[in-house]
């Protein structure tokens, strides 16, 4: 049988975004993987390939569970990500702000918050830097 191409079937998600957006629907609520970690899980592809994939194609997705290593809040989608957060209690730690400056928009803890694409969402599967542990 003959492979057909993204020519062929436009419609068609290409096949590395369809296993990150599989990666991105097996985080549970209250928990994150870095765009590092979903790469380093499929073992194919690196950060930048797998925000570019959500950024193209993870709006039906749980994109807010996909996240940067350094835990800031996607930028312009900070108060969509925080309702998420929030409403399936994502750790998150809050920062301080400057006198008289606006609320500081949170950032995940990471330590508490990362997955492995192991186990359950509380089965703390993070290593003593934060760091997701690999998947094999």
Partial sequence: ??????????DRLPEYAERVLE??????PGRVMTYGDVAEWLGDGGPRQ????????GGAAPWWRVVRA???????????????????ATPL??????????????????RRARWDGNGG???GDADDTGRAMAHN
Avoid at 50 to 57: I, T
């Fill in 1 to 10: 049988m003959e492979r057909m191409t993204a020519e062929e079937h436009p």
């Fill in 121 to 123: 969402a509380g089965s």
């Fill in 23 to 28: 990666v991105a629907e097996l985080i549970p």
């Fill in 50 to 57: 797998v925000g570019r994939v959500m950024a193209l194609y």
């Fill in 93 to 110: 730690r809050e920062t301080a702000s400057a006198h008289g400056a606006a609320p500081p928009v949170p950032r995940l803890d990471m």
């Fill in 70 to 88: 350094d835990g800031r809040l996607l930028p312009g989608h900070e108060r969509r990500a925080l309702a998420h957060y929030r409403e399936e």
